[in-house]
């Protein structure tokens, strides 16, 4: 393989280079492991998924197509090393050379669905890119040159200083859209660029436009990989080589305009006005109209026929290509590629490689962390104004409590609501890693960034931005309505609460949805484990009452380690029997806060005040290393 650019210090682009590199694959196997369960005794068995796929990729596009299943997808991963060497047997070799450990950090692959963060606009993440993906050694100024240069190339000049678009802001058009993705990983100047399926999503005029633009690339000099199902005719007329997929195998590689003239002398004629493309996917799937129409009369067809014909049909492509001249062409070729590589006996592994460090990755991630957070409403402004209008809510409700009987009920009533109020609010944040899952692995094998940068970026924008404010605000609005204990320190001591449990279920939300796809999912094991936790707060039932058996459950909760905190601190010293005639008091009235503590099973000396706090400090540390190793044993390859 030819080494890396160094950036801008060739100030190749988009168009030019004339540095693609040849791509060969030999003997590519690839086998999946399915199902396996210990509870059934089910046993696990084997799917191949590529069978034996040989072939040479040169500069130029390059296609492979193939119907759903076939295996393209699956396919374009293996040549881009992003599958799980697990399953995988055979070599991929660049310029005959063996495909280096941190391949997929030197390729660019633009992935189906558009990972790129939306709230940017197009300048903002190709600078991005640039300033994580580009060596140190490359100047700033010459980055920033770099970016314009592609952008113009892009044809992005228009839309440069747009933002790229989310579901709440409007942004650029869907080709645009594509165009930044593939302009992200232009950035590094990439010897091979990999696209899965990037027609996906955008009409056929707009699809069209996105393949030209690769056509003009290929033209000068790079090598693109890329998958699509069923392009149009415009756009198959711009493959210089194809590669046709049935169920895992190789029915054809060779010249994409070609593939015509194969096919006819096997006996498969295309309809003059039929899609290239279109005929392909019929052939490949045994349709009465591509097949049949090409060995009998329209009078012969009959169900039978067509049974017999699906059922063979992928047995006889198979064979026919291997009896082709293309296959014995293309074995020659891959033998002589073989035999000037340089013997190796280690199996294929995945490596990370970073241009960057720790501190230029963390500013830069840090950063667009916080620019996405405050050009975001809904996770910014919003959570704000809900925390005030609920902390409006529970001081009118609770407004001016007194010091008697019904004030001890209400400030008990209140501090439960508050504790509880934190651990709910903070379910928001298991969309933290879920809703960027996808530009997280993207970004992270592509070798933007460390793992433990990310993870410490989105703590800090997080918990500490997102939890602390909104905390704050709640405090200082709900506190004075319901007129708690009016001294400054129990008023600090409070807030101090109040954000320690907002930090600690914030943390437990995060390792329970680190791992997780899909946000509903996630919230239900949340919600169940805030209702489990909120029986043994110490509202609903007395803790000193539970039986022992069930005792040690109160010290998973964390809204009792909070509420316990916030009595100790509010009841201490009061007393609700101030108003009475102390010789009319009735007996078993619970007249100091004190006393109230203890029927509560509260400890209210300095270490058990303290202790709460040291727990819940204790369990957001164990959340916390929880979300990191779930995030670090992600399945990053699929």
């Known amino acids: 393989m030819e080494p890396r650019s160094n950036g801008a210090s060739k100030h190749q682009s ?18 999946v492991t399915q199902g396996g369960n210990f509870l059934c005794r089910k046993k696990a068995t084997t799917k191949d998924i590529l069978i034996d796929l040989n072939g040479i990729m040169k500069p130029g596009l390059n296609a492979i197509m193939g119907a759903t299943g076939s295996g393209k997808s699956s396919f374009l991963d293996v040549l881009a090393a992003r599958k799980d060497p697990a399953g995988l047997s055979g070599e991929v070799l660049i310029d005959g050379a063996p495909q280096p450990p941190n391949f997929k950090c030197l390729s660019g692959y633009v992935v189906q669905d558009d990972v790129v963060m939306g709230t940017l606009t197009v300048r903002e993440n190709f600078s991005f890119s640039a300033a994580l993906r580009l060596p140190s050694t490359v100047s700033q100024e010459e980055k920033d040159q770099k970016v314009n240069k592609l952008i113009q190339e892009l044809g992005l000049s228009r839309v440069a200083d747009s933002r790229v678009g989310t579901q709440l802001i409007r942004g650029i058009s869907g080709g645009e859209r594509k165009r930044t993705n593939i302009g992200m990983e232009l950035i590094i100047d990439p010897s091979v660029l990999f696209l899965d399926e990037p027609t996906t999503g955008l009409d056929a005029s707009t699809a069209n436009s996105v393949l030209l633009l690769l056509k003009r690339m290929a033209n000068n000099g790079r090598t693109i990989i890329l998958s699509i199902h069923q392009p149009r005719y415009t756009i198959y007329r711009l493959f210089d080589s194809l590669t046709l997929l049935v169920t895992g195998k190789q029915v054809y590689h060779g010249p994409a305009q070609r593939a015509l003239e194969y096919f006819s002398d096997i006996g498969y004629n295309c309809e003059p006005h039929n899609n290239p493309a279109d005929f392909f996917l019929d052939v490949i799937n045994g349709d009465s109209t591509a097949v049949i129409y090409s060995n009998m009369d329209r009078e012969d067809l009959d169900s039978d026929s067509v049974s017999k014909s699906r059922q063979g049909i992928e047995e006889k492509l198979v064979e026919e290509y291997r009896n082709c001249h293309y296959y014995k062409q293309t074995k020659t070729e891959l033998e002589r590629i073989i035999q000037g590589k340089p013997p190796t006996t280690t199996k294929p592994s995945r490596t990370i490689t970073y241009n960057t460090s720790f501190l230029t990755q963390f500013r830069w991630v840090l950063k667009r962390t916080f620019r996405n957070l405050l050009l975001n409403p809904q996770t910014s402004i919003a959570q704000v104004a809900v925390t005030l209008f609920l902390a409006l809510v529970v001081g009118a409700i609770f407004f001016g409590v007194r010091e008697d009987q ?37 970004e992270y094998i592509s070798g933007y960034y460390r ?53 600690t279920a914030t943390a437990m939300a995060l390792a329970i949805s680190a791992d997780q ?16 936790m909120m029986i043994f ?37 009061l007393n609700f029997c101030r108003e009475s005639n102390t010789s009319t008091v009735p007996p078993g009235l619970t007249c100091t806060g004190e006393e109230f503590l203890t029927i509560q099973g509260v400890d209210y000396s300095t270490w058990g005040f303290w202790q709460n706090h040291m727990a819940l400090g204790i369990m957001t540390i164990c959340f916390l290393i929880i979300t990191y190793l779930k995030l670090y044993f992600i399945r990053k390859f699929t």
């Open 406 to 442: 019904k004030g001890l009920q209400n400030r008990f009533g209140a501090l439960f609501f508050i504790t509880v109020n934190q651990c709910f609010s903070s379910l928001s944040s298991a969309e933290l890693f879920i809703s960027e899952r996808k530009l997280f692995i993207h």
């Open 517 to 532: 796809t899909v946000v509903a999912i996630a919230n239900i094991f949340m919600t169940i484990a805030c209702v489990f």
């Open 14 to 31: 988009a168009g030019s280079g004339q540095h693609g590199a040849t791509v060969s694959f030999h003997n590519i196997h690839y086998k």
């Open 537 to 573: 707060a110490g509202l609903l039932v007395n803790l000193p009452s539970i039986v022992n058996w069930l005792a040690w459950l109160k010290y998973l909760s964390i809204p009792r380690y909070g509420l316990s905190a916030l009595e100790i601190n509010e009841f201490a010293g």
């Open 451 to 503: 793992l433990s940068v990310y993870f410490l970026s989105k703590m800090l924008s997080d918990i500490i931005t997102l939890r602390t404010i909104p905390a704050v605000v709640f405090s200082c609005v709900a506190y004075f309505m319901i007129g708690l204990k009016p001294t400054a320190e129990a008023f600090f001591l409070f807030m101090f609460t109040v954000i320690l449990v907002a930090y």
